[in-house]
């Protein structure tokens, strides 16, 4: 499929731990950066994390040291592993792919 598509959402505590998944398909994937952003009820959507095709990676300040995003090309995957979260980290969080392919998005909520 075209479309990127996220799992892993869900309802945790403070202080827990989630890892989202987002797939789509080799051909928009494979070569391309991708990237995750989130976006609050009432806010923008706001960059979280990003990787290049090769591998490098870097962060909003907000998530640093907590948040750590990664891919897999040959299953054509991306995925973000988020520790430490805070209720503030809530938000629907969407999978990007460059140049132009947004997934659907996965609620995270972070509460006790």
């Known amino acids: 499929q075209a479309q990127p598509v996220e799992s892993g959402g869900g309802l945790v505590q403070p202080g827990g731990s989630l890892r989202l998944s987002c797939t789509a398909s080799g051909s928009i994937f494979r070569f391309n950066a991708m990237a995750w952003y989130r976006q609050a009820p009432g806010m923008q959507r706001e960059f979280v994390a990003h990787i290049t095709s090769g591998g490098t990676t870097n962060y909003a300040d907000s998530v640093k040291g907590r948040f750590t995003i990664s891919r897999d090309n040959a299953k054509n995957t991306g995925s973000l592993q988020m520790n430490s979260l805070k209720p503030e980290d809530t938000a629907v969080y969407y999978c990007?792919?460059?140049?132009?392919?947004w997934g659907q998005g996965t609620q995270v909520t972070v509460s006790s």
């Open positions: 990007f792919v460059a140049p132009l392919y």
